[in-house]
């Protein structure tokens, strides 16, 4: 494994060392280096420096380019305007650092030397509970970025924060307890599919909400029995098992759907944390932390109030001793930083509930679980909404099923897969489709900045034009359709060759991916990696567009045209699979 310096890191090199060279009293100097349309790179940072030097910055701009030396990195500098400099990079270095790159299996991309432990919350549905669109944004947010911070050498642990807890329990287990074959599977064998899981537990779900809001009698013995849980009864805690297990059934069929991978240990719910609820009020409140406000233990901020204008505190606990969110948030926190060494907590959450984290993050760091050595993070997302622009919901009013967009999102994308498709076959097609349709879905998401808000519209999300996926996947199968025509004709690198603009363009964007790697991951950006990818898929399609690979004029140049496809191939898969998105050979 070889980290590669990008041509902009060795260029910023040259520029930084002539700037101390000319003004030794500046020390170590940022050249502000950024690409340009004039040049290859604009190096602006002279002007602050002579600014500061009272020097004049055109003067001081050409006495840098005199130190400057040309010829194997940089082949011409210029100075422009008030002091800026151009730079044109050789097409010998591009080439060989893509070379170095190649070499690669890591595409030359450094492994982060700030590397820590981070826990990631997400993908958190309710048990007994259908998931919904709402449910899409943390799952594929959270994955992506599980995928690009492994990638930079993080250590990840993930963790699903599911709804396996609270007051709605007592209601499912008493209903089940006088029903006990509601959850029973219909050809009583093995294990049911995820659809007949959430069936039973839908019936059920609505059965025992019927009963509880008509049968006074019914919710008191309902009522009863969430205490019998909370207190460890072990038939109710059997009941309540069974729930659970049916549940996780049913997710584990959807993330399967979602192409997504989800493994037993990284689920711990609500219920997790249970066993430190006492002890996490205990210390809240000894620390004074938190004081007893009516009965409630309760967090005040000065700068959190409610309408009335009064302070909102976060409740841990309430007056008639019950735990909400809060107490289990701040247990949680106290479990991943105590127990599992995290340096950084980052939750994949709506951002509708940011107030809540604001409060349950302060509280910590009041608490001192969280501190300088330890940060807590809010991937606030925002929602996704309808072509109308409103909160998607189907023509009855009602919050659309996960599975339903999914289900659609893969039968559109087939039908664009059939008619492209020259030589697939109905099995290939449906595969290729599923490939297709989930990448979609993610890539909608994933390319629109967390925060935002963005429009679920299908029509759009698999057209073979514009920032799609499938785009990017069209792009990627073209490159190994072209691979697989080339023969005996093998990529390989030719520094000595001269490169054509849109060569240039292509092989200085595929240069920078180590950089765009590490600072979505450092922003938590993974918005910034698809639009990377889609002007990757742009620039590679100008080239293609403008120059020959297999019929061009020498065999030198096949090959080294075949090598920029062939590490714009690898780039992509790398890219996308990131992001959570497959790349088929073929479509």
Same mark, same amino acid.
């Given at each position: 494994? +070889?980290?590669?310096?990008? %041509?902009?890191?060795?260029?910023?090199?040259?520029?930084?060392?002539?700037?101390?060279?000319?003004?030794?009293? =500046?020390?170590?100097?940022?050249?502000?280096?950024? &690409?340009?349309?004039?040049?290859?790179?604009?190096?602006?940072?002279?002007?602050?420096?002579?600014?500061?030097?009272?020097?004049?910055?055109?003067?001081?701009?050409?006495?840098?380019?005199?130190?400057?030396?040309?010829?194997?990195?940089?082949?011409?500098?210029?100075?422009?305007?008030?002091?800026?400099?151009?730079?044109?990079?050789? !097409?010998? +270095?591009?080439?060989?650092?893509? =070379?170095? &790159?190649?070499?690669?299996?890591?595409?030359? $991309?450094?492994?982060?030397?700030?590397?820590?432990?981070? $826990?990631? !919350?997400?993908?958190?549905?309710?048990?007994?509970?259908?998931?919904?669109?709402?449910?899409?944004?943390?799952?594929?947010?959270?994955?992506?970025?599980?995928?690009?911070?492994?990638?930079?050498?993080?250590?990840?642990?993930?963790?699903?924060?599911?709804?396996?807890?609270?007051?709605?329990?007592?209601?499912?287990?008493?209903?089940?307890?006088?029903?006990?074959?509601?959850?029973?599977?219909?050809?009583?064998?093995?294990?049911?599919?995820?659809?007949? =899981?959430?069936?039973?537990?839908?019936?059920?779900?609505?059965?025992?909400?019927? /009963?509880?809001?008509?049968?006074?009698?019914?919710?008191?013995?309902?009522?009863?029995?969430?205490?019998?849980?909370?207190?460890?009864?072990?038939?109710?805690?059997?009941?309540?098992? &069974?729930?659970?297990?049916?549940?996780?059934?049913?997710?584990?069929?959807?993330?399967?759907?979602?192409?997504?991978?989800?493994?037993?240990?990284?689920?711990?719910?609500?219920?997790?944390?249970?066993?430190?609820?006492?002890?996490?009020?205990?210390?809240?409140?000894?620390?004074?932390? +938190?004081?007893?406000?009516?009965?409630? %233990?309760?967090?005040?901020? *000065?700068?959190?109030?409610?309408?009335?204008?009064?302070?909102?505190?976060?409740?841990?606990?309430?007056?008639?001793?019950?735990?909400?969110?809060?107490?289990?948030?701040?247990? +949680?926190?106290?479990?991943?930083?105590?127990?599992?060494?995290? *340096?950084?907590?980052?939750?994949?959450? !709506?951002?509708?509930?940011?107030? #809540?984290?604001?409060?349950?993050?302060?509280?910590?760091?009041?608490?001192?679980?969280?501190?300088?050595?330890?940060?807590?993070?809010?991937?606030?997302?925002?929602?996704?909404?309808?072509?109308?622009?409103?909160?998607?919901?189907?023509?009855?009013?009602?919050?659309?099923?996960?599975?339903?967009?999914?289900?659609?999102?893969?039968?559109?994308?087939?039908?664009?897969?059939?008619?492209?498709?020259?030589?697939?076959?109905?099995?290939?097609?449906?595969?290729?489709?599923?490939?297709?349709?989930?990448?979609?879905?993610?890539?909608?998401?994933?390319?629109?900045?967390?925060?935002? *808000?963005?429009?679920?519209?299908?029509?759009?999300?698999?057209?073979?034009?514009?920032?799609?996926? $499938?785009? /990017?996947?069209?792009?990627?199968?073209?490159?190994?359709?072209?691979?697989?025509?080339?023969?005996?004709?093998?990529?390989?690198?030719?520094?000595?060759?001269?490169?054509?603009?849109?060569? &240039?363009?292509?092989?200085? #964007?595929?240069?920078?991916?180590?950089?765009?790697?590490?600072?979505?991951?450092?922003?938590?950006?993974?918005?910034?990696?698809?639009?990377?990818?889609?002007?990757?898929?742009?620039?590679?399609?100008?080239?293609?567009?403008?120059?020959?690979?297999?019929?061009? *004029?020498?065999?030198?140049?096949?090959?080294?045209?075949?090598?920029?496809?062939?590490?714009?191939?690898?780039?992509?898969?790398?890219?996308?699979?990131?992001?959570?998105?497959?790349?088929?050979?073929?479509?």
């Amino acid at each position: 494994m +070889a980290s590669v310096p990008s %041509l902009a890191s060795s260029v910023e090199q040259r520029v930084s060392d002539a700037l101390a060279s000319a003004l030794p009293e =500046a020390g170590a100097a940022d050249p502000l280096l950024r &690409r340009s349309d004039r040049a290859d790179f604009q190096a602006n940072g002279i002007l602050a420096l002579a600014k500061k030097a009272k020097a004049n910055p055109r003067e001081l701009a050409t006495t840098v380019v005199e130190a400057i030396p040309t010829g194997d990195l940089i082949k011409e500098i210029e100075v422009s305007g008030p002091g800026f400099l151009n730079i044109t990079v050789s !097409d010998e +270095a591009i080439v060989r650092t893509l =070379a170095a &790159r190649a070499a690669d299996d890591r595409l030359g $991309v450094p492994l982060s030397p700030t590397a820590g432990t981070t $826990v990631i !919350d997400y993908a958190q549905p309710n048990v007994a509970k259908e998931m919904h669109v709402g449910h899409l944004r943390s799952a594929v947010i959270g994955a992506a970025m599980v995928e690009i911070l492994e990638f930079t050498g993080e250590k990840v642990v993930r963790r699903h924060h599911i709804g396996d807890w609270g007051t709605q329990f007592g209601m499912l287990i008493q209903y089940l307890l006088e029903h006990p074959h509601e959850l029973d599977h219909k050809d009583g064998e093995g294990e049911a599919s995820g659809e007949e =899981a959430m069936s039973n537990l839908n019936r059920l779900y609505k059965a025992s909400r019927a /009963l509880f809001d008509s049968d006074e009698e019914f919710k008191t013995r309902a009522r009863a029995r969430v205490v019998d849980l909370q207190a460890g009864d072990e038939e109710t805690l059997a009941l309540w098992q &069974r729930f659970v297990d049916e549940s996780k059934i049913y997710f584990y069929s959807v993330f399967n759907k979602l192409d997504m991978d989800i493994q037993d240990p990284d689920v711990v719910g609500e219920s997790g944390y249970n066993d430190m609820l006492v002890e996490t009020c205990k210390l809240l409140e000894e620390s004074g932390v +938190a004081v007893r406000s009516n009965g409630a %233990l309760c967090v005040f901020f *000065d700068e959190y109030k409610g309408p009335d204008g009064n302070p909102t505190p976060l409740i841990v606990q309430k007056s008639d001793g019950g735990f909400g969110y809060a107490a289990t948030d701040l247990s +949680a926190i106290r479990d991943r930083v105590g127990n599992l060494n995290a *340096d950084t907590l980052i939750y994949v959450v !709506d951002a509708r509930q940011s107030l #809540h984290f604001k409060m349950v993050f302060e509280t910590a760091r009041r608490a001192g679980w969280l501190n300088e050595d330890v940060k807590a993070v809010q991937l606030a997302f925002g929602t996704v909404l309808g072509k109308d622009g409103k909160p998607f919901k189907t023509r009855e009013g009602e919050t659309v099923r996960l599975v339903d967009l999914l289900d659609e999102a893969v039968e559109r994308a087939a039908s664009v897969v059939r008619e492209k498709a020259q030589d697939l076959t109905e099995e290939e097609i449906a595969e290729r489709g599923a490939q297709v349709g989930i990448g979609a879905v993610k890539y909608a998401d994933l390319s629109t900045s967390a925060s935002r *808000d963005y429009k679920f519209d299908l029509d759009q999300m698999v057209s073979l034009t514009g920032d799609t996926s $499938v785009y /990017l996947q069209y792009a990627y199968a073209r490159i190994q359709s072209i691979l697989r025509k080339a023969g005996e004709a093998r990529p390989a690198a030719h520094p000595e060759l001269e490169l054509t603009p849109s060569e &240039r363009a292509l092989g200085l #964007h595929l240069d920078g991916f180590g950089e765009l790697v590490a600072e979505a991951a450092s922003e938590y950006a993974p918005h910034k990696l698809a639009a990377y990818l889609y002007q990757l898929a742009s620039l590679y399609t100008t080239f293609y567009a403008e120059c020959p690979v297999l019929k061009a *004029d020498t065999p030198e140049q096949v090959e080294n045209r075949l090598f920029l496809c062939d590490l714009t191939a690898r780039t992509l898969t790398k890219g996308m699979s990131l992001l959570g998105i497959r790349t088929p050979e073929k479509l």
